[in-house]
């Protein structure tokens, strides 16, 4: 399984990329001349805001991916460049789920692949960090539990003030990844939300653990 959209040619990129403006235009425009025609004049602004959080990985991810801004763990784990002996890592975007994921795989099943990919990514970082065992990491997540996280070499925080803004501001986009994982209209409770701290020594401590439960999930029940 890979990201579909990394084998298409630059005119395949470029085409799809402008059909998704255009429909988001045909979908937009009206949208707000409805607002302002009606006097809901604060609607147009918000129309604005849900349609360009939702569609903007599908230009941000493949941008800041050729420019090693940020690269890929696995294929719903991304990490950002070290800074200040600190790596920041994401899960998959709105993009990831669509271009990676089987569109005949039921809900679950996607569920489990997108929390193994996130565990074959941490194994991924360890790896790539062996040199380097202080090094901080950092993610900000709903889809891995506090339970799991602990028991892998997590700490667990609440996000802070700037992490709370970050994630209302991108509440749409959300919104529609999680809804599309799950086949059926899905509300992400911001609540749930919890940061992430560890570093790779701990991981690195945890990687049997790591391993053991992302054979699990997969289903190769490989110790």
């Known amino acids: ?21 255009l429909l988001t235009l045909l979908i937009l425009t009206p949208l707000i001349f409805l607002s302002f025609h009606s006097g809901l004049y604060f ?8 349609f360009l959080s939702i569609i903007a990985p599908f230009f941000d991810m493949p941008s800041m991916i050729k420019s090693g801004k940020i690269t890929y763990l696995s294929l719903f784990l991304i990490a950002e460049k070290e800074k200040n002996n600190q790596i920041i890592i994401h899960g998959g975007t709105l993009f990831d789920y669509y271009f990676s994921l089987d569109p005949h795989q039921k809900p679950k099943e996607r569920k489990l692949l997108i929390l193994a990919e996130y565990l074959s990514g941490i ?8 040199d380097n065992p202080g090094i901080n990491i950092k993610g900000t997540t709903y889809i891995l539990n506090e339970r799991t996280a602990k028991k892998i ?12 803004i970050i994630l209302v501001l991108n509440y749409p ?48 029940g490989i110790d």
């Not at 890979?2 to 998704?20: D, I, P, V």
């Not at 194994?123 to 062996?130: D, E, T």
């Not at 070499?153 to 709370?164: H, Y």
């Not at 911001?190 to 701990?202: N, V």
């Open 43 to 50: 609607f147009a602004p918000i129309f604005l805001w849900a």
């Open 153 to 164: 070499g997590f700490k667990v925080e609440r996000p802070d003030m700037i992490q709370k």
């Open 173 to 220: 986009n959300l919104f529609v990844t999680k809804s599309f994982a799950e086949k059926k209209l899905s509300f992400p409770k911001l609540g749930t939300t919890k940061t992430y701290i560890s570093d790779i020594r701990t991981l690195n401590e945890n990687t049997k653990k790591i391993e053991r439960l992302r054979n699990i999930i997969s289903g190769t």
């Open 123 to 130: 194994l991924k970082l360890i790896n790539s960090n062996q």
């Open 1 to 21: 399984m890979h990201n579909r959209f990394f084998t298409l040619g630059f005119g395949e990129r470029t085409k799809f990329q402008l059909k998704l403006i």
